[in-house]
Nanobody, 122 residues
């Protein structure tokens, strides 16, 4: 099994910054793409940012220029640096990862973390 644990969520004022972390552990041979999603109250979960194994990134239009996704492959960890935060960024933030669990099995399994709350006050 694989566990993803997010951390770094907090209450912050408009214009502030936070850095989220998501560490993967368990039965991991390699990790392919890693992503951050968020879910605001009463809304669907949406993709915020994604990063490939080689470091290629893409972002939701709503966070471009303010958020930066990065990863440390040696630590099986993905980060989300969030700057210039707005009240509309308030949500539970989830990470996921596509994991290969064996060198002899090329299937990828997607795992999710439990989420971390980000609240931006106006």
């Amino acid at each position: 099994q694989v566990q993803l644990v997010e951390s770094g969520g907090n209450l912050v004022q408009t214009g502030g910054s936070l850095r989220l972390s998501c560490a993967a552990s368990g039965s991991i041979f390699s990790i392919n793409a890693m992503r951050w999603y968020r879910q605001a109250p009463g809304k669907q979960r949406v993709l915020v940012a994604a990063i490939s194994t080689s470091g290629g990134t893409n972002y939701a239009d709503s966070v471009k220029g303010r958020f930066t996704i990065s990863r440390d492959n040696a630590k099986n960890t993905v980060y989300l640096q969030m700057n210039s935060l707005k009240p509309e960024d308030t949500a539970i933030y989830y990470c996921n990862a596509d994991v290969a669990q064996s060198p002899s099995d090329n299937r990828l399994f997607r795992y999710w973390g439990q989420g971390t709350q980000v609240t931006v006050s106006s």
